[in-house]
């Protein structure tokens, strides 16, 4: 895809900062964060002063004021190294932050959002239940209506950053009989779960939030990949909140995390790209150097079927991906789109990935190359924010809908 199709020149700049950072500070890191699982502090803190927590945010809210593609631009450029650092801002700011920003109040926006945007804390987003995973409408997770509030009781699994985040949106059940409609949203708050740790690297914890009394993190997921990503259950019980704490209109939760989830499937998206062009670029690296038979592997017809495969498919998938990014930023809808590139997508990473560890031989399954992380840290884009299945479901009902229209 030829840059001037959709970016500017602030684009290309944004680009080059990112892959300028993922390239000197992630890279050399990525394999020991993967190993180790430890969440990368010191990285995050770095992201946070260069803007790239809070990209699409306006600036009077602590944001960096740019658009819907430079935040495409930054995932993919830092899934291009590292998938782990890239749903770190993928998920905080779309998960984390939007449904404030799209959905709070004006003092809600005051209160979190700059915290948030500035990366000094970190958000999440806590929809998934044990029992409620491709059928969110399933929530179990209560809210009772109190003489001041609400009493919330549940649990959500696999939240990303579930034990280092601060600030969460939660759904809950406040009309119980209603379905959907009786599924509303919650601003919780709760310390990271190592302050020690965020006070001493300057990012992670604010002083002014309140740590919610029930509202807790549970163990963190020993993951396949996305390992130094922090992915953890969320505990309530009888966690007491003010009216304050409601996002939006009751009853509205479910509609308006079905629309965040719209956003979060472009960055998913992305985020796959970008695995699949970083497994292309260790792939043409290795078979241009590689050897056997007398002559580097990559002259072989066989390595440039496979090659050329994985390039045609980045090309249509980063098509796909800033297509539905340029809807969603100029308000026209996008749901269907963001569901055809997910898909592709997510799915083109399993392929790329997978082929990039072929092509490497025996090589590609050892940790000497970064090619295996990457195949793992591929499979997740084909389970998170919706699976392959899910997004099938939502393209042919909105194929449907059109029809029905005609």
């Not at 905080?92 to 700059?114: C, E, M, W």
Request: glycine share 12%.
């Amino acid at each position: 895809m030829h840059d001037a199709t959709y970016f500017t020149e602030q684009h290309v700049a944004v680009r080059n900062m990112v892959r300028e950072f993922a390239r000197d500070e992630v890279a050399p890191v990525a394999s020991q964060f993967d190993a180790s699982q430890d969440f990368p502090w010191e990285n995050v803190r770095r992201m946070g002063k260069l803007g790239l927590l809070g990209i699409p945010w306006p600036e009077a809210l602590g944001g960096a004021g740019l658009d819907t593609l430079s935040f495409m631009i930054a995932i993919e450029e830092m899934a291009r190294v590292d998938a782990s650092h890239a749903i770190t801002i993928s998920a905080h700011t779309t998960l984390g932050t939007s449904p404030i920003v799209n959905f709070g109040t004006d003092a809600q926006r005051a209160k979190y959002v700059p915290m948030l945007a500035s990366g000094r804390v970190l958000g999440g987003f806590g929809l998934t239940e044990p029992d409620a995973g491709s059928d969110a409408g399933g929530t179990k997770t209560t809210a009772v209506k109190t003489a001041n509030g609400y009493c919330l009781n549940g649990s959500k699994r696999f939240i990303t950053h579930g034990g280092v985040g601060e600030v969460f949106i939660v759904t809950a059940v406040t009309a119980p009989g209603k379905g959907t409609k009786g599924i509303s949203a919650f601003i919780l708050t709760k310390h990271t779960c190592d302050i020690a740790k965020a006070v001493s690297v300057g990012v992670g914890h604010d002083d002014s939030i309140l740590a919610m009394k029930g509202f807790s993190s549970g163990k963190k997921e020993d993951k396949l990949g996305w390992r130094a990503s922090d992915t953890r259950e969320l505990i309530l019980e009888d966690v007491d909140v003010s009216s304050d704490a409601l996002l939006g209109v009751e009853g509205q939760g479910f509609t308006n995390f079905m629309k965040t989830l719209d956003a979060g499937r472009i960055g998913i998206a992305a985020l796959s790209v970008g695995l699949a062009r970083g497994a292309l670029d260790e792939a043409i690296q290795y078979t241009s150097t590689r050897r056997q038979f007398g002559r580097a592997i990559a002259e072989f017809q066989g390595v440039h079927f496979s090659i050329a495969d994985i390039a045609t498919g980045i090309e249509a998938g980063r098509h796909l991906v800033y297509h539905a990014a340029w809807l969603a930023q100029n308000g026209h809808p996008y749901a269907k789109e963001a569901a055809m590139a997910k898909l592709f997508c997510s799915e083109l990473a399993m392929r790329a990935t997978i082929a990039a560890v072929q092509l490497h031989g025996g090589y590609g399954y050892t940790k000497d190359y970064p090619v295996e992380r990457m195949m793992r840290d591929a499979k997740i884009g084909e389970i998170g924010e919706g699976t392959s299945e899910i997004q099938r479901i939502v393209i042919a009902r909105h194929l449907f809908k059109d029809l029905v229209r005609i």
